[in-house]
């Protein structure tokens, strides 16, 4: 069973940066993919990055193309969301997912295994 650990989330004004970090309790041996998503309040969990672990290749949503710059420094068991430029509407829980399939997704029932969320709120 893999368990993931969101942190790094808080307060932040905008235009200012925040770096999430993504903690596995396990080596994700059966997992292929590691997502980012966000949920604001009254909104639809939404799909915001992924990374593959082996190759390190990168997918994100139009909305933070640019800004945010997902990681895996050394394929092991931490992923990183560094989130820069940051606007009121990036304000949500954010959450990490772990994927047992090859292929990218936005679907967030594509992915196996969540953590438990982080706050991440941008305001003046």
């Known amino acids: 069973q893999v368990q993931l650990v969101e942190s790094g989330g808080g307060l932040v004004q905008p235009g200012g940066s925040l770096t999430l970090s993504c903690a596995a309790s396990?080596?994700?041996?059966?997992?292929?993919?590691m997502g980012w998503f966000r949920q604001a309040p009254g909104k639809e969990r939404e799909f915001v990055a992924a990374?593959?672990?082996?190759?390190?290749?990168?997918n994100y949503a139009d909305s933070v193309k640019g800004r945010f710059t997902i990681s895996r420094p050394n394929a092991k068991n931490t992923a990183y969301l560094q989130m820069n430029s940051l606007k009121p509407e990036d304000t949500a829980v954010y959450y990490c997912?772990?994927?047992?399939?090859?292929?990218?997704?936005?679907?967030?029932?594509?992915?196996?295994?969540w953590g438990q969320g982080t706050q991440v709120t941008v305001s003046s």
């Open positions: 396990v080596r994700t041996l059966d997992t292929n993919i």
């Open positions: 990374i593959r672990w082996s190759s390190g290749t990168t």
């Open positions: 997912a772990a994927r047992r399939g090859l292929t990218f997704t936005v679907r967030r029932s594509d992915y196996d295994y």
